[in-house]
T-cell receptor
């Protein structure tokens, strides 16, 4: 069966520090991968979307970047965090084709102080 | 641009009542619609996936309907229990290959 791992679960970082969140998927190949952010009391905002290694689509201009160095690995990064980067970050993967279904990791609570 | 709306934003019912959660979307050109549950501070758990060619999907006490032409989906939860308390989100996937989410309905089931 497929599983998705996302870490760390919580993170407190000072303003101006770098960020690296990692997500890996097991039990499937060539998945679509996603990074979402969920601000308090708000819906999920799609940040990045990847259909393959090295292929990244950015949905929202911002202080963050994403990379996909391996087929089932997706990394969210920042060189210098801002206070506004605080939030709940969720990684997801989906199958491809007409029956596409999305599966989510447990999320990372990021607090920038 | 696809927009997804969920009404109501919050709902409180006594245990045993049926829950009706609504989701509407502006662009009917979707591949599928998915309902999720989110517990506080946790990730999303997939509940039901409805393909665009389907009218409804059922799993246990959950039933989701889809009317693509009118841009609506409804999630029914029969005989609610306190354990059903959570936020429920719907997401649509279009030809663009990405999921667009509603803001969710926060449900509280009181014993």
């Amino acid at each position: 069966s497929q599983t998705i791992h996302q870490w760390p679960a919580t993170l407190v970082q000072p303003v101006g520090s770098p960020l690296s969140l990692e997500c890996t998927v097991e039990g499937t190949s060539n998945p679509n991968l996603y990074w979402y952010r969920q601000a308090a009391g708000r819906g999920l905002q799609l940040l990045f979307y990847s259909v393959g290694i090295g292929q990244i689509s950015s949905e929202v201009p911002q202080n963050l970047s994403a990379s996909r160095p391996q087929d089932r690995q997706f990394i969210l990064s920042s060189k210098k965090l801002l206070l506004s980067d605080s939030g709940f970050y969720l990684c997801a993967w989906s199958t491809t084709g007409a029956n596409t279904e999305a599966f989510f990791g447990q999320g990372t609570r990021l607090t920038v102080v | 641009k696809q927009e997804v709306t969920q009404i109501p934003a919050a709902l409180s019912v006594p245990e045993g009542e049926n829950l009706v959660l609504n989701c509407s979307f502006t662009d009917s050109a979707i591949y599928n619609l998915q309902w999720f549950r989110q517990d506080p501070g946790k990730g999303l758990t997939s509940l039901l996936l409805i393909q665009s060619s389907q009218r409804e999907q059922t799993s246990g006490r959950l039933n989701a309907s889809l009317d693509k032409s009118s841009g609506r989906s409804t999630l029914y939860i029969a005989a609610s229990q306190p354990g059903d308390s959570a936020t429920y989100l719907c997401a649509v996937m279009g030809s663009w290959g990405k999921f667009q989410f509603g803001a969710g309905t926060q449900v509280v089931v009181t014993p």
